[in-house]
């Protein structure tokens, strides 16, 4: 019976990709989204996806949310924690809420899409997590206090997750990618994409979100089962961690 996967932020960009790839590799794939009901049903209708809307923010819509995966598709074998947002600025000038905001969807989602699923997969031998972090959760990065906090805790995260769980099967592990040819950086204006971004990518290039897809595809297989508490950085070269 082909294992069942869920991936958060999963109708659009890197999540869309993912949900994709893992569909091409024979898993039973659901996509959570957040917003975007458009784009998310254009998806469904594309791929034969089934989606599903809840607040990863949110620890009872997560709740409720996964329960529902799981009485459409089974127990949630893969987890992929996808999900994110930004709300940019300068410390000195970042409101609270812009502050809070982020690290509820990026951090705190670890926590509350991810418990929902851990007790079965501690009961049934198997499982697979995988958390999307980023370059600048290892690096940091100028106007991104809350964004570069909330990946780099996504890190440390998985660390003390893999430890608690390499004994009941349950691998977890982190894909930090670097710059991602997203609707998100190919907005920024080509002056500043040449002039500023490639520049620090050694291989001269943005990354396509299949790249980042197949390292989740590999994370997600039995021949994985002795990777647990890595982060794979997939980021051309722009940070060597």
């Keep these: 019976m082909a294992r069942v996967a869920l991936v958060t932020g999963g109708t659009r960009?890197?999540?869309?990709?993912?949900?994709?790839?893992?569909?091409?590799?024979?898993?039973?794939?659901a996509s959570n989204?957040?917003?975007?009901?458009?784009?998310?049903?254009?998806?469904?209708?594309?791929?034969?996806?089934?989606v599903f809307k809840f607040d990863v923010s949110d620890a009872e819509a997560c709740e409720a949310g996964i329960r529902a995966v799981e009485?459409?598709?089974?127990?949630?074998?893969?987890?992929?924690?996808?999900?994110?947002?930004?709300?940019?600025?300068?410390?000195h000038k970042m409101t609270f809420d812009q502050w809070s905001a982020v690290i509820r969807t990026n951090l705190d989602s670890m926590f509350t899409c991810t418990r929902p699923v851990i007790e079965g997969m501690r009961e049934r031998g198997f499982g697979r997590i995988i958390l999307i972090s980023?370059?600048?959760?290892?690096?940091?990065?100028?106007?991104?206090?809350?964004?570069?906090?909330?990946?780099?805790?996504?890190i440390g995260f998985a660390k003390?997750?893999?430890?608690?769980?390499?004994?009941?099967?349950?691998?977890?592990?982190?894909i930090a990618p670097g710059y991602i040819a997203t609707e998100m950086?190919?907005?920024?204006?080509?002056?500043?994409?040449?002039?500023?971004i490639l520049p620090l990518i050694p291989v001269g290039r943005l990354g396509e979100v299949e790249e980042i897809a197949r390292?989740?595809?590999?994370?997600?297989?039995?021949?994985?089962?002795?990777v647990t508490g890595s982060t794979l950085t997939i980021n051309g070269g722009q940070y060597m961690a």
């Design 134 to 154: 980023s370059v600048n959760g290892q690096k940091g990065q100028m106007g991104q206090a809350n964004y570069s906090a909330a990946k780099a805790g996504v």
């Design 71 to 91: 009485a459409e598709l089974g127990p949630i074998d893969i987890l992929v924690n996808n999900a994110g947002i930004t709300r940019d600025a300068m410390f």
């Design 33 to 50: 989204y957040g917003g975007h009901d458009e784009t998310a049903q254009h998806f469904r209708d594309e791929t034969g996806i089934p």
């Design 215 to 226: 390292g989740v595809v590999f994370l997600a297989s039995d021949e994985a089962g002795f």
């Design 160 to 174: 003390a997750l893999a430890q608690e769980n390499a004994n009941k099967g349950v691998t977890v592990n982190v």
């Design 185 to 196: 950086v190919k907005a920024v204006p080509e002056e500043v994409l040449k002039s500023k």
């Design 13 to 29: 960009g890197i999540g869309s990709a993912i949900a994709k790839a893992l569909q091409q590799s024979g898993y039973k794939v």
